[in-house]
């Protein structure tokens, strides 16, 4: 079989690229994403790959030709973040789906699989276990449940018009592994969530909230009921997840960990709520207080007909997913693909410098090496900032794949330069990263005829141009240390990787400022929208 993975950067993605290249029934497998991930690390590199952003009707022809050949699709991609921009997150989530099956369909594919959830299930208030057959109205109050009601109702819509199409959709708990930690902590935590302190310290009283009843399932056994479901040819819906039940006593056991019994402190969730949702509202929690709702109120799921149909059966508990989760986030690990990546992103994939100092010495003239090395920190520190703003602005865009992937290459890089400065016992001072950083900031002041509040079309394309010329003369920059790398200590190889990753980074950005010069001073073409 030749399979598809749409989706196949994220945690489940990842987790089911790992499971499908051990499976003898499938002889390829096809990763299709709108970022890449390092396609020469595993378990990426064992899949070929396509680009493609599924929130738009025009992608449906590119997809078909890409899913051409393919005996299935798996339907994994799904936007949680950002919640502010709820007409993202639909397209993506909703109209991703309806075009995903459109362009299998059109490609001559008969069989997908289509990632649900519990959140698309209506409450129940006690712990009696449901089945599929259970109301599928959602959660009041959860944005992710009402999109995940539209995106089945999407599903049945498609089979009404495809009735000889094989559709399967996995309803799973919660997902965790290790390598999800940093994207999980990002997703629902936030960056200021002290959760490095687990690693030296379980708490013995943890808070949790009143009435809280979820169920979760390891990544890589919901890859599995994946893979089972595409390579048998399922139809119709699957429960998955462990079968044990995380109510707050076991939550507080797993979080505490083993040395510790692990008292719940449980929270009133009529007082927890609107703290929640003034905490998402100010921007200090990702998670609003729908999640609240759906784990409060979401039915505990019967999974027998998975193991029936699909032969599948859990290899962990949801306890030993969970404590795989906790431990990820405390390490805060991840895998090389940008919804996975690390939380110390400047650590991330960067090259290797030998581990001992190295002094400059012989013919070069230290101090003014020294000196051309900050100023380049310091213009490296402002396009870091730069470039990072920019992910965030776009993000509902049709070029933000580009400019996110390039904020995290620069951001590496950033860490590495930093690094290599301070192995020459040069100090990295404060005075120009701080006037960088200032001038990035009042730049962005400059209104460029847009509305107060909004943003103005040709400030994308002013954007662009200042991070072409900051990648152009970092590339020049990354050359002259090549020149100087035996003083230097470091491989020359490393900086030619560097000049390459350069060149490869002002390709991405030629591209954002082609798309955007094109629409940003045109009355009958929106800079922000794909039309036309």
Known sequence: MRIAVIGATGNVGTAVLRHLSGRTEVQSVLGIARRLPDTDAAPYADAQWHRADIQYSEV?????????????????????????????????????????????????????????????????????????????????????????????????????????????????????????????????????????????????????????????????????????????????????????????????????????????????????????????????LPADEGWLDMGRHVPVMDNSRAKRELGWAPQHSGAQALEELVQGMAAGVGAPSVPLRPRDIDAAERPELPSTDHELGGEVDALLLRQYMSDHLAGATAGTNRIKRMAADYVDTPVFPQISEVAEAITREHGFLVKLIQRQGFSTPPGSTTIAWLGERVGRLKPNGRPPGGRSPSTLVLEAEVMITAVTGKLHGWSVMKDHAAALGVDPKVFQGLIDDAEAQREQLETVHEYARHRAFRRDRSTFEKTR
């Open 60 to 284: 449906v022809p590119e997809l078909a030709e890409a899913l051409s050949g393919c005996d299935a699709v798996i339907h994994l991609a799904w936007l949680i973040q950002p919640n502010s921009e709820r007409s993202l997150l639909r397209r993506v989530n909703v109209d991703g789906t309806r075009h995903v099956l459109e362009a299998a369909a059109l490609a001559g594919v008969r069989q997908a699989v289509v990632a649900s959830s519990v959140g698309v299930y209506s409450p129940a208030e006690d712990a009696t276990p449901r089945d599929e057959q259970w109301p599928t109205e959602g959660i009041p109050g959860s944005h992710y449940s009402q999109d995940k009601v539209a995106q089945e109702r999407v599903m049945d819509e498609f089979l009404e018009a495809h009735p000889g199409f094989s559709l399967a959709r996995l309803r799973p708990g919660l997902v965790f592994q290790r390598e999800a930690g940093s994207e999980i902590q990002r997703y629902f935590a936030g960056d200021l969530a002290p959760v490095q302190l687990l690693q030296l310290f379980r708490p013995p009283v943890v808070p949790v909230p009143g009435g809280i009843r979820t169920q979760a399932v390891h990544a890589d056994d919901l890859a599995a009921a994946y893979a089972q479901a595409a390579i048998l040819g399922a139809q119709g819906a699957f429960n998955v997840c462990a079968d044990d039940l995380l109510d707050g006593d076991a939550i507080a056991k797993v979080v505490s960990g083993e040395k510790t019994q692990g008292i719940p402190l449980r929270l009133p969730a009529a007082a927890l709520r609107p703290l929640m949702k003034a905490a998402h509202r100010a921007r200090i």
